[in-house]
């Protein structure tokens, strides 16, 4: 049975890196996040109760208590944005609805089309999650087929066993922890948590776990080590609470109140994080914001070497819009500062966009899942979140408007329900 792992339940899986939490293991201090504004709990969806006990090996999966759960939810991977944002929407959707699904072209815009590593391991983690059957999980493969069965949560460790983005992964398996879980799941994922084209670990401290906090929806993160491309190495721990999301509204932009940064490099001489800040500095200074900001430096311990500075704008009544530059090999630390601040200056040009365009896909699919009617400004309408509004309604009989800006510097409006 080599290379064969158990599933707990007695039947074999493919080894993929995943494991179960060893009791007892210590804890770490987990710090988690307030809510910047609070809606009225909502009641629990119908749709939303938990899948039936699968039946024994043979037999025809039971999966959820909606009448056309059993039906094939067919998705083309190439379809908009063409990433992996429409596998990752799908496997959250189907582990929670118990609808198994198809999804062929997997991330055929990309420039490596098919499964990478990261979504290799979100899929098999998913799989173990739900109990799964998966045809088509090998990296590189553009076919891939997922039929859930009942969500059994845990605690887990995975190891993507590269510099995949650990984001990523958390993303796909928090919503099914948090909404079947009866009490807390620690997830520990190790990989990358700077990845571009991918939720950095600051951004998911600030603003992600800023989002949820607003729906009801508590975390807790601690990144103890940080992972960059090519070494990976990196340690990203959620601490999973139970709950469910509620509605939220929000489409004005409060008053900006500051704006606070961290500008960290890891086994890199210590004026690349000072030349980071610096810049960053200068160009908020010359932008004539007039709004206190600060940027500390930090040197944040790697197998590898890195550099990032991540910049936060802290607007009364909403979650920070975090934005993040990320070093290479041969670019310089201002070209990383410019960057983020680029991105940050864009965001505040919009007039009342509460969201930020790499959140504002993101918070859609809680929200969907939310009982009650949501609504939200966007500082712009992406291809990532016309595509997750499309992978959405596969799966859930749910209204979904995507309403592009009006006029030039004007924001765009997301309607659930």
């Known amino acids: ?187 520990t994922l190790i990989g990358g948590t700077f990845n571009p084209k991918a939720p950095p670990s600051p951004f998911l401290e600030r603003t992600w776990r800023g989002h949820l906090a607003n729906f009801g929806m508590p975390v807790a993160l601690a990144t103890p080590s940080a992972g960059f491309y090519p070494r990976g190495g990196g340690r990203l721990e959620a601490w999973i609470e139970p709950a469910r999301p509620k509605p939220w509204v929000r489409t004005t932009r409060g008053d900006l109140l500051r704006i606070r940064g961290v500008a960290g490099a890891a086994n890199l001489p210590e004026h690349v994080a000072t030349r980071m800040r610096d810049r960053a500095l200068a160009r908020l200074a010359d932008a004539g914001l007039n709004v206190d900001a600060e940027v500390e430096t930090a040197s944040w311990p790697s197998i590898g070497q890195g550099a990032a500075i991540a910049l936060a704008a802290e607007h009364a009544g909403t979650a920070p819009a975090t934005f993040v530059g990320i070093g290479e090999r041969g670019k310089p630390a201002e070209l990383v500062a410019d960057e983020a601040v680029d991105e940050l200056l864009d965001f505040l040009g919009v007039v009342d966009g509460a969201v930020d365009p790499h959140s504002a896909d993101q918070i859609l699919l809680p929200l969907a899942l939310a009982e009650g009617r949501s609504v939200y400004t966007v500082s712009h309408v992406t291809e990532h979140l016309r595509t997750n509004a499309h992978t959405i309604r596969a799966f859930l009989d749910r209204p979904i408007e995507v309403e592009e800006p009006l006029a030039e510097g004007r924001p765009g409006r997301v309607v659930v329900g």
């Open 1 to 187: 049975m080599d290379g064969e792992i158990g599933s707990g339940d007695g039947r074999r899986q493919p080894a993929t890196g995943i494991e179960p939490e060893p009791a007892g293991a210590c804890r770490r201090r987990w710090f988690g996040h307030a809510a910047h504004d609070q809606a009225p709990g909502p009641k629990r969806p119908s749709w939303a109760s938990p899948p039936r006990p699968r039946p024994s090996r043979g037999s025809r999966a039971v999966s959820s208590t909606r009448p056309s759960s059993e039906s094939l939810v067919t998705l083309d991977g190439s379809r908009g944005e063409g990433g992996g944002q429409i596998l990752r929407t799908a496997l959250t959707l189907s582990l929670l609805t118990g609808r198994p699904f198809r999804v062929s072209k997997i991330r055929a815009n990309r420039d490596k089309p098919g499964l990478r590593p990261q979504h290799k391991a979100a899929v098999e983690a998913a799989a173990l999650l739900g109990r799964a059957d998966v045809l088509g999980c090998e990296v590189g493969s553009r076919d891939l087929v997922f039929r859930p069965g009942a969500v059994e949560p845990r605690d887990l460790t995975i190891d993507i066993g590269t510099a995949g983005s650990t984001g990523m992964v958390l993303q796909t398996l928090h919503l099914p922890l948090a909404m079947r879980a009866e009490t807390a799941c620690r997830l």
